[in-house]
Nanobody, 121 residues
Framework: QVQLVESGGGLVQAGGPLTLSCAAS????????MGWFRQAPGKEREFVAA????????YYADSVKGRFTISRDNAKSTVYLFMNSLKPEDTATYYC??????????????WGQGTQVTVSS
């Protein structure tokens, strides 16, 4: 079955960088747009960023625009989320997903298990 495995989460100080990776298997990776979502404790899961099949188009939530960058390597079946200038409010479990380019969760068919990002002040 399709597997999406996130990695790279951890504890980081405010203002610091962190890079998340999501490796896909058992899927034609280049046929799917990829997205990153996050869920903080007690909150709904929210859209963070998305990237088109080829990587030519990217989309960001206003809260991360200018600080986060999404990219993909189709040869490695991997999508990345480069996070800079992290804030305590970025603390959440981050999920990658495969589907069509959208900020809506319903557009994504497959989801990873999530990786925890904690930003200390």
């Amino acid at each position: 079955q399709v597997q999406l495995v996130e990695s790279g989460g951890g504890l980081v100080q405010a203002g610091g960088p962190l890079t998340l990776s999501c490796a896909a298997s058992n899927v034609t990776f280049s046929s799917y747009a990829m997205g990153w979502f996050r869920q903080a404790p007690g909150k709904e899961r929210e859209f963070v960023a998305a990237i088109s099949w080829s990587g030519s188009s990217t989309y960001y939530a206003d809260s991360v625009k200018g600080r986060f960058t999404i990219s993909r390597d189709n040869a490695k079946s991997t999508v990345y989320l480069f996070m800079n200038s992290l804030k305590p409010e970025d603390t959440a479990t981050y999920y990658c997903a495969a589907g069509v380019p959208s900020c809506y969760q319903q557009a994504y068919d497959y989801w990873g298990q999530g990786t925890q990002v904690t930003v200390s002040s």
